[in-house]
């Protein structure tokens, strides 16, 4: 999974659209979360045997985060210049991802 925006910010959002933008983040998070919550919880009962793995497999989800906050305009930002920028970062973080592995 790719991360584009961080789980965290520092500071507080200060302009109407950046607050609607950091609470759309919140939401985000909070539907991402749950669901590797919920995956976690289904790998932790299949290694306990429940359920039986002959009918379940445990999935493995590794988190690449982008590293860098981006303002909320960015998200409507076609730009080809943004968009290579975006996947040579992206492709610096995959190789990371790799080394670490």
Same mark, same amino acid.
């Given at each position: 999974m790719i991360q584009i925006n961080p789980q965290t910010r520092e500071g507080e959002p200060s302009s109407? *659209? =950046?607050i609607a933008d950091?609470? %759309? =983040?919140? +939401?985000?998070h909070s539907s991402l979360n749950q *669901?590797?919550?919920a995956i976690k919880r289904v790998n932790d009962w299949i290694e306990q045997g429940h359920p039986p793995e002959s009918e379940f497999? %445990?999935?493995t989800i590794h988190?690449? /985060?982008m590293g860098e906050a981006y303002h909320c305009s960015t998200k409507v930002d076609?730009?080809? +210049?943004f968009i290579? /920028?975006?996947m040579e970062l992206g492709e610096r973080r995959a190789v990371e991802f790799r080394e670490r592995r």
């Open positions: 109407t *659209e =950046e950091h609470r %759309n =983040e919140l +939401s985000r *669901e590797l919550r497999s %445990n999935t988190r690449i /985060e076609r730009r080809p +210049s290579r /920028e975006l």
